[in-house]
Structures are given as C-alpha cells and as structure tokens.
C-alpha cells in the first residue's frame, strides 16, 4: 500500500508539473503600421515552423487575434509575415505567463491623428465708415506694430462724406489692433489707438 501511495504521489506531481494546454493561449497584438498577412507558432524546441494561424484574415493595425496553440508548451517561437513580405518574429517567449504578445510598440498602437485644423490667419482689414457727420479729407490707418502713419487712404483727391465709408486693407497674421487718424476739411486731427478689428467687419467713426 506504501508503494502505491508513493507511486500516487509522483504521478500527482508530474501531472501537476507539466504545463496545461490552456495556459499557453495569448493575443497577438499588431501595434505596427503595417498589416500581418501570416502568422506561425510553434514550440521553441522544434525547428519547423507549424502552419499559418491567421485563418479568419489578415490582422490590421491595431487588431490583435486570439491564439490557441495547439500543444501544450509554454515557449513558443512566434514568426509572422507582413503585407509588404518583410517578417518578424520572437524566440523562446514564455506564453504561460503572459496574456499578450505583441508586434511592434509596446503601448497600444493609435492610428495617426488627423491633422490639425488649418490655422485661421487673423484678418484685421474692416470697412471704415464715417458716423462723425462731417467731411473727411484724410484718413491714416496702420497696425500698432507699425511706427508710422503711411500714407493717406483716400489719396490726394478725395473726401469722405457722412455716412460714406470706404475699405480699409491691412496685413494678414501681425496683430489684430489699429491706429487710426483722421483729418477734417477744417484741418482738425482726431485719432484712435489701439482698436482691435480682427472681430468686426465695420468700424463706425464717431
């Protein structure tokens, strides 16, 4: 009875030793950029590659696929095949204690972000229109970053009556504030500085 309590007792911890067969299965991840056309598994201790695992399809970028070997060991020779006939492959992986192996980067992979928005280049140009109810015979419009007036936006021959207005045209993409100087028939100056025109399309000058 000895015996075959010991005999028990061997056969007990060999079976408890040897690896389960469901303990080697895993995700094979494709965190490349390039898609798997073919996939082998095969236990590291033979020298032939087993048959292609991918009969549902090709994996994509991103996908992974369920993989259950069919032997029981736990390192494993993984070899796969890409669109583009390149291969890769990892050597001795102990697939018993892991639940995913993986191709490429080691964080799951992302597709490439769309690119941003094209950038709305800020427009500071408007329609200068004269409230003030008198004639103007000169009328200096320059962004703040500029340190002169330029020239007379109506020219030499002409006013702008009340409630006339006329199109002012500035630089795209510097600043979005304005110095504006006006001059009256009666040769009177006003100015205004600082006004910001990117978010208005009139200006009313009062």
């Known amino acids: 009875m000895r015996i075959l309590a010991v005999i028990a007792t061997l056969i007990a911890m060999v079976a408890g030793a040897a690896p389960a067969s469901a303990q080697n299965r895993f995700w094979l991840q494709n965190n490349t950029d390039r898609t798997i056309v073919a996939a082998n598994v095969s236990p590291s201790r033979v020298q032939e590659w087993g048959p292609n695992i991918l009969t549902q399809g090709p994996i994509r970028p991103g996908m992974q696929v369920w993989v259950e070997p069919t032997f029981p060991d ?32 080691d964080v799951p992979y992302q597709p490439t ?19 003030s109810g008198e004639t103007i015979r ?69």
């Open 113 to 131: 972000p769309e690119p941003p928005p094209e950038r709305v280049v800020a427009n500071p140009s408007f329609t200068f229109v004269n409230r």
């Open 74 to 105: 736990c390192y494993l020779d993984i070899r796969v095949r890409f669109a583009d006939g390149t291969e890769d492959g990892h050597l001795g992986v102990h697939a018993c204690t892991l639940s995913r192996i993986t191709f490429g980067r």
């Open 138 to 206: 000169e009328i200096y419009v320059s962004l703040t970053s500029n340190r002169n007036w330029g020239a007379d936006r109506l020219g030499p021959r002409n006013i702008l009556p009340p409630g006339a207005s006329m199109q002012i045209t500035l630089p795209r993409g510097e600043v979005c504030t304005v110095d504006m100087r006006v001059v009256y028939m009666d040769r009177r100056v006003m100015e205004r500085r600082n006004v910001e025109t990117c978010s208005m399309r009139n200006f009313a000058w009062r």
